[in-house]
Protein backbone atom coordinates (compact mmCIF):
# COMPACT_ATOMS: atom_id res chain seq x y z
CA UNK A 1 0.00 0.00 0.00
CA UNK A 2 1.49 3.49 -1.13
CA UNK A 3 1.32 5.54 1.41
CA UNK A 4 2.02 9.73 2.59
CA UNK A 5 2.41 9.98 5.99
CA UNK A 6 1.58 14.00 7.54
CA UNK A 7 1.39 14.38 11.25
CA UNK A 8 -2.64 15.80 11.72
CA UNK A 9 -1.82 18.40 14.13
CA UNK A 10 -2.91 21.22 14.82
CA UNK A 11 0.24 22.49 14.63
CA UNK A 12 -0.08 25.91 16.37
CA UNK A 13 2.54 28.91 16.12
CA UNK A 14 2.66 32.74 16.72
CA UNK A 15 2.15 34.80 14.17
CA UNK A 16 5.13 36.16 12.48
CA UNK A 17 6.82 32.74 13.11
CA UNK A 18 8.36 29.83 10.64
CA UNK A 19 6.00 27.16 10.14
CA UNK A 20 7.20 23.78 9.14
CA UNK A 21 4.83 20.94 8.11
CA UNK A 22 6.27 17.55 6.74
CA UNK A 23 5.58 14.68 4.92
CA UNK A 24 7.06 11.39 4.29
CA UNK A 25 6.00 9.23 1.31
CA UNK A 26 6.46 5.23 1.05
CA UNK A 27 6.78 4.97 -3.02
CA UNK A 28 10.42 5.36 -3.77
CA UNK A 29 9.88 6.30 -7.44
CA UNK A 30 7.72 9.15 -7.09
CA UNK A 31 8.94 12.35 -8.96
CA UNK A 32 6.41 14.92 -8.56
CA UNK A 33 5.53 16.61 -5.30
CA UNK A 34 2.79 19.04 -4.20
CA UNK A 35 1.90 21.32 -1.29
CA UNK A 36 -1.75 22.29 -1.23
CA UNK A 37 -3.71 24.40 1.02
CA UNK A 38 -7.58 23.34 2.36
CA UNK A 39 -9.39 26.00 3.77
CA UNK A 40 -12.53 24.27 5.81
CA UNK A 41 -15.38 23.80 3.06
CA UNK A 42 -13.16 24.77 0.45
CA UNK A 43 -11.34 22.32 -2.41
CA UNK A 44 -7.61 21.83 -2.63
CA UNK A 45 -5.48 24.97 -3.90
CA UNK A 46 -1.82 24.06 -5.11
CA UNK A 47 0.57 25.97 -3.68
CA UNK A 48 4.19 24.35 -4.47
CA UNK A 49 5.24 21.76 -6.58
CA UNK A 50 8.60 20.48 -6.28
CA UNK A 51 10.51 17.60 -8.60
CA UNK A 52 14.02 17.85 -7.65
CA UNK A 53 15.58 17.57 -4.66
CA UNK A 54 16.66 20.59 -2.81
CA UNK A 55 14.59 23.75 -1.83
CA UNK A 56 12.35 25.74 -4.14
CA UNK A 57 11.14 29.18 -2.66
CA UNK A 58 8.14 31.14 -3.61
CA UNK A 59 7.39 33.92 -1.88
CA UNK A 60 6.65 33.06 1.82
CA UNK A 61 6.70 29.39 0.96
CA UNK A 62 10.01 26.86 0.36
CA UNK A 63 9.34 23.31 -0.61
CA UNK A 64 11.98 20.92 0.52
CA UNK A 65 12.81 17.55 -0.84
CA UNK A 66 15.02 14.68 0.15
CA UNK A 67 13.94 11.79 -2.21
CA UNK A 68 16.92 9.56 -0.15
CA UNK A 69 15.28 10.52 2.68
CA UNK A 70 11.52 9.76 0.76
CA UNK A 71 10.75 13.30 2.88
CA UNK A 72 9.16 16.67 1.51
CA UNK A 73 8.57 20.21 4.09
CA UNK A 74 7.02 22.77 3.53
CA UNK A 75 8.18 26.02 5.45
CA UNK A 76 5.59 29.08 5.75
CA UNK A 77 7.53 32.30 7.02
CA UNK A 78 6.22 35.31 8.84
CA UNK A 79 3.18 33.12 9.14
CA UNK A 80 -0.21 34.83 9.30
CA UNK A 81 -3.62 34.27 10.63
CA UNK A 82 -4.72 33.89 7.34
CA UNK A 83 -2.20 30.87 6.60
CA UNK A 84 -4.62 29.00 8.95
CA UNK A 85 -5.70 25.70 6.76
CA UNK A 86 -4.98 22.39 6.31
CA UNK A 87 -1.79 21.64 4.34
CA UNK A 88 -2.25 18.43 2.27
CA UNK A 89 1.09 16.93 0.77
CA UNK A 90 0.74 14.77 -2.36
CA UNK A 91 3.13 12.80 -4.61
CA UNK A 92 2.19 10.89 -8.17
CA UNK A 93 2.51 7.45 -8.23
CA UNK A 94 5.71 5.60 -10.00
CA UNK A 95 3.85 2.92 -11.50
CA UNK A 96 2.96 5.05 -14.71
CA UNK A 97 -1.05 4.48 -13.46
CA UNK A 98 -1.42 8.68 -13.54
CA UNK A 99 -2.55 8.29 -9.69
CA UNK A 100 -1.92 10.37 -7.38
CA UNK A 101 -1.66 10.10 -3.49
CA UNK A 102 -2.75 12.45 -0.60
CA UNK A 103 -1.81 12.71 2.46
CA UNK A 104 -4.84 13.25 5.28
CA UNK A 105 -3.33 16.69 5.63
CA UNK A 106 -1.91 18.75 9.18
CA UNK A 107 -3.62 21.05 10.29
CA UNK A 108 -2.17 24.47 11.09
CA UNK A 109 -3.17 27.36 13.35
CA UNK A 110 -1.16 30.47 13.44
CA UNK A 111 -2.19 32.81 16.35
CA UNK A 112 -2.22 36.31 16.30
CA UNK B 1 -3.94 27.87 -16.69
CA UNK B 2 -6.85 25.37 -15.90
CA UNK B 3 -10.25 26.28 -14.54
CA UNK B 4 -12.50 23.78 -13.30
CA UNK B 5 -16.13 24.03 -12.81
CA UNK B 6 -18.33 21.74 -10.75
CA UNK B 7 -22.28 21.72 -10.36
CA UNK B 8 -23.80 21.97 -8.14
CA UNK B 9 -22.44 22.90 -5.62
CA UNK B 10 -24.18 21.46 -3.03
CA UNK B 11 -27.01 18.87 -3.34
CA UNK B 12 -29.84 17.27 -0.77
CA UNK B 13 -30.36 13.75 -1.66
CA UNK B 14 -32.76 11.28 -0.49
CA UNK B 15 -31.16 7.57 0.42
CA UNK B 16 -32.25 5.48 -2.58
CA UNK B 17 -32.27 8.91 -5.56
CA UNK B 18 -30.45 8.96 -8.37
CA UNK B 19 -26.90 11.24 -8.54
CA UNK B 20 -25.11 13.21 -11.44
CA UNK B 21 -22.87 15.77 -10.88
CA UNK B 22 -20.73 17.59 -13.74
CA UNK B 23 -17.70 18.68 -13.99
CA UNK B 24 -15.75 20.59 -16.79
CA UNK B 25 -12.61 22.34 -17.46
CA UNK B 26 -11.66 25.10 -19.58
CA UNK B 27 -7.76 25.99 -20.33
CA UNK B 28 -6.20 22.52 -21.96
CA UNK B 29 -6.61 19.54 -23.95
CA UNK B 30 -7.06 16.26 -23.48
CA UNK B 31 -6.65 16.54 -20.07
CA UNK B 32 -6.08 13.41 -17.07
CA UNK B 33 -9.50 14.05 -14.85
CA UNK B 34 -10.61 13.10 -11.37
CA UNK B 35 -12.84 12.55 -9.18
CA UNK B 36 -11.97 12.41 -5.26
CA UNK B 37 -14.23 12.19 -2.36
CA UNK B 38 -13.68 13.77 0.99
CA UNK B 39 -15.58 12.34 4.29
CA UNK B 40 -15.96 15.16 6.76
CA UNK B 41 -12.40 15.27 8.76
CA UNK B 42 -10.83 12.78 6.51
CA UNK B 43 -8.08 12.74 3.57
CA UNK B 44 -8.98 12.63 -0.16
CA UNK B 45 -10.32 9.14 -1.87
CA UNK B 46 -9.32 8.65 -5.39
CA UNK B 47 -13.06 7.37 -6.87
CA UNK B 48 -12.30 7.41 -10.48
CA UNK B 49 -9.61 9.06 -13.00
CA UNK B 50 -9.73 9.28 -16.73
CA UNK B 51 -6.85 9.50 -19.07
CA UNK B 52 -9.17 10.12 -22.62
CA UNK B 53 -12.62 9.79 -23.90
CA UNK B 54 -14.22 6.69 -22.77
CA UNK B 55 -11.47 5.45 -20.52
CA UNK B 56 -12.32 5.08 -17.26
CA UNK B 57 -10.51 3.49 -14.43
CA UNK B 58 -12.10 2.84 -11.04
CA UNK B 59 -10.34 2.76 -7.51
CA UNK B 60 -13.24 2.26 -5.63
CA UNK B 61 -15.84 -0.62 -6.38
CA UNK B 62 -18.91 1.09 -5.00
CA UNK B 63 -22.68 2.02 -6.50
CA UNK B 64 -20.27 4.88 -8.51
CA UNK B 65 -19.94 5.22 -11.73
CA UNK B 66 -18.43 7.57 -13.64
CA UNK B 67 -18.30 8.84 -17.43
CA UNK B 68 -15.94 10.65 -20.08
CA UNK B 69 -18.94 11.62 -23.16
CA UNK B 70 -16.56 14.79 -24.25
CA UNK B 71 -12.56 15.47 -23.96
CA UNK B 72 -13.18 17.82 -20.88
CA UNK B 73 -16.43 16.83 -19.63
CA UNK B 74 -16.26 14.64 -16.30
CA UNK B 75 -19.81 12.94 -15.05
CA UNK B 76 -19.99 11.22 -11.70
CA UNK B 77 -23.14 9.03 -11.28
CA UNK B 78 -25.09 6.55 -8.74
CA UNK B 79 -28.69 4.54 -9.55
CA UNK B 80 -28.99 4.44 -6.09
CA UNK B 81 -27.19 6.51 -3.24
CA UNK B 82 -26.49 5.41 -0.16
CA UNK B 83 -26.30 7.31 3.38
CA UNK B 84 -22.18 6.34 2.98
CA UNK B 85 -22.45 8.28 -0.02
CA UNK B 86 -22.12 12.31 1.70
CA UNK B 87 -19.09 13.73 1.41
CA UNK B 88 -17.11 16.44 -0.28
CA UNK B 89 -16.79 15.39 -4.64
CA UNK B 90 -14.52 17.21 -5.64
CA UNK B 91 -12.97 16.84 -9.42
CA UNK B 92 -9.35 17.26 -10.65
CA UNK B 93 -7.61 17.83 -13.75
CA UNK B 94 -3.81 17.57 -14.75
CA UNK B 95 -2.09 18.36 -18.07
CA UNK B 96 -1.24 15.67 -20.86
CA UNK B 97 1.85 15.68 -20.68
CA UNK B 98 2.65 17.66 -18.10
CA UNK B 99 3.57 19.62 -16.11
CA UNK B 100 1.78 17.29 -13.58
CA UNK B 101 0.06 19.93 -11.03
CA UNK B 102 -3.19 18.71 -10.35
CA UNK B 103 -5.83 21.31 -9.83
CA UNK B 104 -8.91 20.82 -8.06
CA UNK B 105 -12.63 22.14 -8.90
CA UNK B 106 -14.69 24.09 -6.03
CA UNK B 107 -16.50 20.81 -4.85
CA UNK B 108 -19.91 19.82 -4.62
CA UNK B 109 -21.26 18.94 -1.33
CA UNK B 110 -23.61 15.91 -1.50
CA UNK B 111 -25.90 15.30 1.84
CA UNK B 112 -27.49 11.78 1.39
CA UNK B 113 -30.57 11.61 4.08
Known amino acids: ?112 | SQTIHQWPATLVQPVGSPLSLECTVEGTSNPNLYWYRQAAGRGLQLLFYSVGIGQISSEVPQNLSASRPQDRQFILSSKKLLLSDSGFYLCASTSAGGPYEQYFGPGTRLTVT
Do not use: H
Request: net charge neutral; proline share 4%.
Open chain 1, 1 to 112: QKEVEQNSGPLSVPEGAIASLNCTYSDRGSQSFFWYRQYSGKSPELIMSIYSNGDKEDGRFTAQLNKASQYVSLLIRDSQPSDSATYLCAVNEASGTYKYIFGTGTRLKVLA
